[in-house]
Structure formats: structure tokens, C-alpha cells
Nanobody
Framework: QVQLVESGGGSVQTGGSLRLSCAIS????????MGWFRRAPGKEREGVAI????????YYAGSVKGRFTISQDNANNMLYLQMNSLKPEDTAMYYC?????????????????WGQGTQVTVSS
């Protein structure tokens, strides 16, 4: 069991920045796979950025590579997503996901633990 609570979403103009935070609590075992996912209107949830919490290996979707950075603060049980150079197509509900797996996949279907989401809106 893992509890995840996101924050930091909002409305920005094209080119702006936001930093999303995910507070991690009530875990029995520390999740070794964590990530940020998003669901845009009319689309399925997709993996945006994944991190292996032990080896700190990261994965980014091609659409955000070079603009988004995932990071973790184990001392404070936090996961972050720094989003720069935001575009209107980044508009979506963003979710924090966690899993205990041997392989950290970017597919949302393998993540059993989710937060409630935080809305990001980018206007042109």
C-alpha cells in the first residue's frame, strides 16, 4: 500500500514552467518504480517520466525529453517533475504513480498506486 498526493499544477502560458510534487506516505515497502503520467482530454493516460528509485535511472517520453526533469527526495519522501518550456499540448491531468517491480515500465497499466492528479493547463 502506498499513498500518493500530487500538488503544483496550475495554468501557465506557452514557454512557462511548473514544478509538480508528489508526497509519498503510508508505504509498506518503498516503491522502486515511480513516475509521472498524464491524461489529456480524449486521450489515454501516458507515461511522461519514470525513475527507478534505487539506481536513479530515468526514462522520458519523446515529447517531453529535454524539457521535463523527474527527481526524488528520499529524505522527505517526495517525487518531483520540473516542467520547462511548456506547450499547449502538455495540457493534461498529471498523476504520480508507484509500483514495486523488477522492471520499471512506462506503461500506466503496471502501476497499481496512484494519486488523485493535478491539472496543468498551458495556454497559447
Amino acid at each position: 500500500q502506498v499513498q500518493l498526493v500530487e500538488s503544483g499544477g496550475g495554468s501557465v502560458q506557452t514557454g512557462g514552467s511548473l514544478r509538480l510534487s508528489c508526497a509519498i506516505s503510508r508505504y509498506t515497502f518503498w516503491p522502486n518504480c515511480m513516475g509521472w503520467f498524464r491524461r489529456a482530454p480524449g486521450k489515454e493516460r501516458e507515461g511522461v517520466a519514470i525513475i527507478t528509485t534505487v539506481g536513479l535511472t530515468t526514462y522520458y517520453a519523446g515529447s517531453v525529453k529535454g524539457r521535463f526533469t523527474i527527481s526524488q527526495d528520499n529524505a522527505n519522501n517526495m517525487l518531483y517533475l520540473q516542467m520547462n518550456s511548456l506547450k499547449p499540448e502538455d495540457t493534461a491531468m498529471y498523476y504520480c504513480g508507484a509500483a514495486m517491480r523488477n522492471y520499471c515500465d512506462s506503461s500506466p497499466s503496471v502501476y497499481p498506486y496512484w494519486g488523485q492528479g493535478t491539472q496543468v493547463t498551458v495556454s497559447s
